[in-house]
């Protein structure tokens, strides 16, 4: 299931805005992200994607669900109503990739106002009713499709240490729990992993047990601590193990998450060998560690028959995605997202160079005033290029451009003295090793040496 399209009329600051999403011709890879000023709609656009979502999620949850309705806040000001349209491809008979689009239309009026625009919602029940019968008669363990939001709240507050005993059991259903209004919720994701791993325990040689016979026996045992190994990595649950090797990928030098019970419980995690509480990681790290642990989670949740869980299908909003990250984290953040969960679509935002630059084929729009620019050909660029010709921000302090611009001026009309006089003055100002001014001082150089 992909998002092809959506239309937002008068939601937010967009009187009539039509968004089409990756993969397109044009951009191949299923990554969409969205970039521009503070409150160039960005958010409206994944809240409005989100709302559609939940009429969905809510009807394969139950037959006669119902969704959010859009925010009165968010109907445009002056105006009595606002509607959302949404064009969703999925593929109805995979031997042959027959692929539907199913449209429909969320609208809102204002209390006591008039309208022509109404809900339309027929293809929502068609499609929901598609993976429910899948699911109930065809085959009870086929995939559900995963639909996420995480919005900009999503920072981890608390790793609560303990948590009472799961009321129920995760059923498939789990992976829609709070997936398009909560964010991220560790005290969840801790109940669900600590469940796991009891079972995944029972069955066979937890890693602490591992740990201790390794090293209590001799180590002229050779062979059975090779056997106990073994036994441990066979017994390992499929779930777990997406989720773990997740974060591997996503945080190198960070690994084995479990759930430890002494001296009481809590969760933990190796980094660069040695062992530390999860509440005990910074807020970057916490950030990433539940973000990527919780998607890893969800899917693992809705493909039970999965080899690989994280190859499941689904689509995934995230708001502002670098949010706490450090730029070689920012960096990497799309193309560790799609090798990580190739069959998600994602559709991001963000406010870094970073993160657009370095991904080939992702379909990049620029918001501005209401408007949407599509981006072309910004893989590899550098930031500073990035931040100039997408994001519309010098590159360097205002006053310093324009003394070095000067300072250029001067060298090229040849008036030595003068350039001679600002560079030192530029000299002491800037840092030793200023890139400007190592080259200004090169044509200084041969400035002199043809006048000499
Ligand atoms: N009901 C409304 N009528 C008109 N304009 C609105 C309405 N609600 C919000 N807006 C406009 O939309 C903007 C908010 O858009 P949004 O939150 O999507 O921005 P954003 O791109 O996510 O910004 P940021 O980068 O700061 O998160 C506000 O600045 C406001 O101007
Ligand atoms: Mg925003």
């Not at 394969?60 to 309705?69: L, Q, Y």
């Not at 370095?358 to 500073?384: F, H, P, S």
């Not at 000299?427 to 040496?449: C, N, Q, Y």
Request: hydrophobic share 40%.
């Amino acid at each position: 299931m992909e998002i092809r399209k959506i239309r937002l009329s008068n939601v937010g600051r967009f009187t009539d805005l039509e968004v089409a999403f990756a993969p397109t011709e044009k951009h191949p890879s299923k990554v969409t992200v969205f970039v521009g000023n503070n409150g160039a709609g960005k958010t409206t656009i994944l809240k409005s994607i989100a709302t559609s979502f939940s009429w969905l999620v809510a009807r394969i949850r139950s037959e006669r669900g119902s969704g959010s309705p859009i925010a009165q806040d968010d109907i445009t000001n002056g105006t009595p109503s606002a509607s959302v349209t949404i064009d969703i491809s999925s593929i109805n008979h995979p031997a042959v990739h027959l692929s539907t689009i199913y449209s429909w239309t969320l609208a809102r009026t204002l209390r006591a106002r008039k309208s022509k625009v109404e809900s339309e919602l027929t293809n929502v029940t068609l499609l929901a009713d598609f993976f429910r019968f899948h699911l109930g008669l065809v085959d009870e363990s086929s995939s559900l499709p995963l639909i996420v939001f995480y919005p900009v709240e999503r920072s981890v507050k608390d790793v609560p240490l303990k948590v009472g005993k799961a009321e129920k059991e995760f059923d498939q259903f789990d992976g829609y729990e709070n997936a398009l209004n909560g964010g991220v919720d560790f005290g969840r994701f801790f109940q669900w992993f600590r469940e796991r791993e009891d079972s995944e325990n029972e069955r066979g040689i937890s890693f602490e047990a591992l740990k201790h016979w390794a090293a209590a026996l001799p180590d002229s045992e050779t062979k059975l601590i090779a056997e106990l190994r073994d036994m441990h990595i066979a017994s390992r649950d499929v779930q777990l193990t997406a989720v773990r090797l997740a974060i591997e990928v996503f945080m190198p030098g960070f690994n084995n998450l479990r759930v430890q019970r002494k001296p009481r419980l809590h969760m933990a995690i190796d980094k660069a060998g040695k062992t530390l509480i999860v509440s005990q990681l910074s807020q970057g790290e916490k950030s990433l560690l539940a973000l990527v642990g919780d998607i890893a989670r969800r899917l693992a949740i809705m493909n039970p028959s999965l080899d690989n869980p994280l190859h499941g299908k689904g689509i995934v909003l995230i708001d502002e995605v670098d949010l706490h990250l450090h730029p070689q984290w920012q960096r990497r953040l799309i193309r560790q997202l799609t090798q990580t969960f190739p069959h998600c679509q994602f559709i991001l935002t963000t406010h870094s160079p970073l993160v657009i630059s370095d991904t080939k084929d992702v379909l990049c729009y620029v918001l501005d005033d209401g408007e949407l620019e599509e981006q072309n050909g910004l893989y590899g660029l550098d930031a500073n290029q990035v931040l100039l010709s997408v994001m519309d921000t010098d590159v360097r302090n205002n006053e310093v451009q324009e003394r070095l611009d000067r300072l250029l001026e001067l060298l090229q009309d040849k008036k030595l003295k003068e350039a001679k006089e600002l560079f030192n003055e530029l000299s002491a100002d800037l840092p030793p090793g200023h890139i400007e001014l190592t080259k200004a001082s090169l044509l200084i150089r041969k400035l002199e040496l043809r006048i000499a």
